[in-house]
């Protein structure tokens, strides 16, 4: 390990044996929420780091606040999981997307409360799964790393009482913290005729109105009139219903019923006039004689939007039509929702309240899938555990699946009903300023008061405002800085300095920083780039198990652009007769194009000291055929592909940049290399230099 300039110190006995001659360390620490991961603390002298003279390297100065990389990140769960959106509705984990909005919770107090929390990142891998089915009937599938919040803190799904594997883990002494999700499955509202028709007779009987009258000619005899109208405050339930008619061949009206006044809200409807289609309503809501499940859930889905409430976490079904409460009663116990009914007002109208607190609410939500979204959310309410979230099984299956994970800004989110632990994304390229191995994923070097350092150093009257790049050595954005959170003081510093910076970075965590780089920006030039190798998904998870998907990361390019900044994509490395393919190349590049990204660099594969051995046992054990094909190229001490191979690559691949409009532009002489078309303080992607197949400095593998 490289520690240029730095003196550090022991306190601890878990540091670092290199460290133990050094004399500025502040504590080494470990910390459930990074399991396996020891954070050495220090108090750097400084925070610029000079590169090297002879360094081809276009800038002259990096901030490296980590050393080694704590992305090693090995939670994730079953793309099936059901994940609490912010709105209160469910959505499987495989649909949820970066910047969704997600139920996390936040502690306030004594008290622990569910909090809105912005998806930051999602990734996929492979893992062993494993099992826990707790009382209430609720199951998860999850990695044996994956953590889920206990009634005793925050526990593994796996673990052993002494040695190596030493951690807490789960046991059937615990119970998990949430709501659970009884083992229902949800009904899918786009899958099913019989819940279209179950919500149309709850909404239709509870709120709309048919009429058939039959009215005197002023010439003499009569004629029937047929009325059909349905009037709502809500647009989305009324969307969904006149949706539904429209499934049944029921072609409705759209109109204003009632204006918005000072205490009223607008009120709009859907009608029809033709008997043909009373008649299809009228056999549509009729009741069926052997009601399927799903017809049940739609049917309290709509009865809810029509005639439900929920305040103050109490759900309650309003009526006074006793066939119709009767009816809400059965599909109650076809999904075993505990509910009681009240006694009728003066009036006659009678509340069914459901009974069992978040556990029978959520259940309710979860198969009834109601349309309006105002009467669901659950941000503010304390979280309580009413059901029997006791785990009685931990069980191996006996098979790697593919599962995903997501990074969210509460640090947590709700899956299946219960809280699970935030997992972070792998960001940048694994430049091994660390050792290869373990300790570079697990032995992280911390400089706690980079951002003051910095401050010094750019406040000396030596300091000439020269560009400086993040992300050459170690990536800024790695897992470490969603608990230190030193770079919105890296930022400032630089900012507040008038000095010129770029990042380039693996990790979606850069998107929390967007809007702080935007202000930034007003004052000094900022470069913004994506590391994006593969964009096949199935290889780049081969490779790079347990990394942020292309996807995820081209999401970030977008959100990048959106910010106002041009961004930068670094392909690299193209990996020799798999990445490099004309198809290959090309669709990356229209991939990168469409997310919005204004550049492309581009490298093949640099295999350089532990890198090597790592990557070679990777190919022998799944593409051997191309082993000798890379002995014979990365042969003996050479870390390059050769000269001839990099010169066949940038034939094939220029002329598809061209094609995509990704060529670099010009290197601006006043930024040192910071390339820019839009104006003074809106910049693109640090160029780096011309000369094909020279990498980020030391190495560029992932």
Not at 560 to 567: I, K, N, P, Y
Request: charge should be neutral.
């Amino acid at each position: 390990m490289r520690w240029s300039g730095q003196e550090l110190g022991v306190e601890q006995s878990d540091a670092l044996p290199g460290l133990a001659k050094l004399n500025n360390l502040v504590r080494s620490i470990q910390t459930p929420d990074f399991a396996g991961v020891t954070f050495h603390e220090v108090l750097a002298k400084s925070a610029l780091n000079k590169v090297p003279g002879q360094s081809m390297m276009p800038f002259g100065w990096t901030i490296n606040p980590y050393r080694g990389c704590s992305h090693a990140c090995s939670y994730c769960l079953d793309p099936a999981t059901m994940i609490t959106m912010a709105d209160g509705r469910q959505k499987p984990l495989y649909d949820v997307e970066i910047g969704d909005v997600v139920m996390g919770t936040e502690s306030g107090g004594a008290y622990r409360k569910y909090a809105p929390s912005t998806v930051l990142a999602k990734w996929g891998t492979r893992k062993p799964a494993h099992r826990v089915t707790l009382a209430d009937g609720t199951t998860l599938t999850a990695s044996g790393d994956h953590r889920f919040l206990t009634n005793r803190g925050w526990k593994h799904v796996t673990g052993e009482m002494s040695g190596a594997g030493q951690r807490p883990y789960l046991t059937t002494s615990n119970s998990l913290v949430g709501f659970g999700s009884r083992g229902l499955e949800p009904i899918y509202v786009a899958q099913s005729d019989d819940y279209r028709r179950g919500y149309l007779a709850g909404m239709i009987r509870g709120d709309g109105m048919i009429l058939r009258k039959r009215y005197p000619r002023s010439g003499g005899g009569s004629y029937v009139a047929h009325r059909f109208r349905l009037a709502l405050v809500d647009p989305e339930a009324l969307d969904r219903s006149q949706a539904y008619l429209s499934r049944f061949g029921i072609e409705t009206t759209r109109f204003d019923f009632s204006p918005e006044t000072e205490t009223r809200r607008r009120v709009a409807a859907i009608r029809t006039s033709r008997s043909a289609h009373l008649d299809t309503i009228t056999a549509l809501i009729d009741w069926p004689s052997a009601p399927s499940t799903e017809w049940n859930a739609g049917y309290l889905g709509g009865i809810f939007d029509a005639e439900g409430s929920c305040s103050r976490g109490v759900l309650r079904i309003s009526n006074s039509d006793l066939e119709i409460l009767e009816h809400i009663e059965e599909a109650l116990g076809v999904f075993d929702i505990p509910f009681v009914r009240e006694p009728a007002n003066a009036i006659g109208v009678a509340n069914i309240r459901v009974r069992g607190g978040l556990s029978a609410r959520n259940a309710f939500f979860a198969v009834s899938r109601p349309a309006i979204t105002r009467k669901l959310t659950l941000a503010g309410s304390t979280v309580k555990t009413n059901a029997d979230l006791q785990i009685t099984k931990v069980e191996a299956l006996g098979e790697t699946i593919e599962m995903l994970d997501i990074t969210t800004s509460t640090g947590d989110f709700i899956a299946n009903g219960v809280v699970s632990h935030n997992c972070f994304a792998r960001p940048t390229h694994e430049y091994l300023d660390l050792d290869a191995g373990d300790d570079f994923n697990r032995q992280i070097i911390v400089k706690v008061n980079v951002g003051d350092v910095l401050r010094t150093e750019l406040a000396k009257p030596s300091w000439r405002r020269e560009p400086v790049a993040l992300g050459t050595n170690t990536d800024p954005y790695q897992r470490a800085e969603g608990r230190y959170a030193l770079m919105p003081g890296i930022i400032g510093a630089l900012a507040e300095s008038g000095t010129p910076f770029s990042i380039l970075t693996k990790g979606t965590l850069l998107r929390r920083d967007l809007p702080l780089l935007a202000a930034a920006a007003e004052h000094v030039p900022i470069d913004l780039a994506m590391s994006i190798a593969i964009y096949d998904h199935e290889l780049q998870q081969s490779v790079e198990p347990g990394t942020p998907s292309a996807k995820a990361r081209l999401g970030t390019v977008t959100a990048v652009r959106e910010a106002g900044f041009d961004c930068g994509v670094f392909l690299m490395p193209i990996l020799p007769f798999l990445t490099d393919t004309r198809a290959h190349l090309d669709e990356a590049l229209r991939q990168a194009k469409a997310a919005g990204a204004t550049s492309v660099l581009y490298a093949a594969l640099h295999l350089r000291g532990g890198v090597k051995p790592w990557f070679m046992q990777w190919l022998e054990q799944q593409h051997p055929e191309l082993v000798p094909k890379y002995r014979s190229m990365y042969y003996g001490n050479n870390a390059y592909a050769p000269k001839a191979y990099r010169r066949w690559l940038g034939e094939r691949i220029r002329p598809l940049m061209r094609a995509h409009g990704l060529e670099r532009g010009r290197e601006d002489p006043v930024t040192g290399g910071v390339r820019s078309s839009a104006p003074a303080h809106k910049v693109g992607v640090a160029e780096l230099p011309t000369m094909f197949g020279t990498p980020p400095d030391p190495s560029a593998l992932f």
